[in-house]
């Protein structure tokens, strides 16, 4: 079965260190790749995609994520977060149209 | 705006009660998509659309529930009789076509009573 997995329920981290959000994914073939940032009361802000090609991808608000087909991984980084990039992250797969997310991930980010 | 728009934001509605939810898609998206997303969960896809065209509802839980797009442009989602179990937010989501990411809309919260 098509699935997506965030080990992560929650990270906190301090502001200005890097982050990691990991994900796995379980597809046939390799799936379209996205993350999403979700700021409580809003809907899903996407941060950026992978279809093919360049396997590090850059996104907005400086994160990047790095898809690894041998682990079946995409991987979101940021090098160094802000207080504002305190959210919940899904990273989500598309296999024909339909997305499948991932449970999330809480990012808290103290002073 | 130029973004997907949900409406209305909110719902409370008591067990029962019929809702409507409706979603206005980014103008020249003929893809449409619903979710539902439950509390600390990630969204569970229910149905899309393609222009007016309804190609797949197999995420709907019950046949309680209905979603149209008439002209294919807004659509409407629909829960009859509803249940506590309904309480939920649900996402529309457009895109533009093929290999395009899916733009969402900031959500209906549906709170059962």
């Known amino acids: 079965a098509q699935s997506v997995t965030q080990p992560d329920i929650h990270i906190t981290v301090s502001e200005g260190a890097s982050l990691e959000l990991r994900c796995n994914y379980s597809?046939?073939?390799?799936?379209?790749l996205f993350w999403y940032v979700q700021s409580p009361g809003q809907g899903l802000q996407l941060l950026l995609k992978?279809?093919?090609?360049?396997?590090l991808v850059q996104g907005i608000k400086g994160f990047e994520a790095e898809f690894k087909r041998s682990q079946s991984s995409f991987n979101l980084r940021k090098p160094s977060v802000h207080w504002s990039d305190a959210a919940e992250y899904f990273c989500?797969?598309?296999?024909?149209?339909?997305?499948?997310f991932g449970a999330g991930t809480t990012v808290t980010v103290r002073a | 705006g130029a973004g997907v728009s949900q409406s209305p934001r909110y719902k409370v509605a008591k067990r029962g009660q019929d809702v409507a939810l409706r979603c206005d898609p980014i103008s020249g998206h003929v893809s449409l998509f619903w979710y539902q997303q439950a509390l600390g969960q990630g969204p569970e896809f229910l149905t899309y659309f393609q222009n007016e065209a309804q190609l797949d509802k197999s995420g709907l839980p019950s046949d309680r529930f209905f979603a149209e797009r008439p002209e294919g442009s807004v659509s409407t989602l629909k829960i009859q009789r509803t249940q506590q179990e309904d309480s939920a937010v649900y996402l529309c989501?457009?895109?533009?076509?093929?290999?395009?990411?899916?733009?969402f809309g900031d959500g209906t919260r549906l709170s059962i009573l």
């Open positions: 989500a797969a598309e296999g024909d149209y339909k997305l499948s």
């Open positions: 597809y046939g073939a390799t799936p379209y």
């Open positions: 992978y279809f093919s090609g360049d396997t």
């Open positions: 989501a457009t895109r533009e076509g093929r290999n395009q990411p899916q733009h």
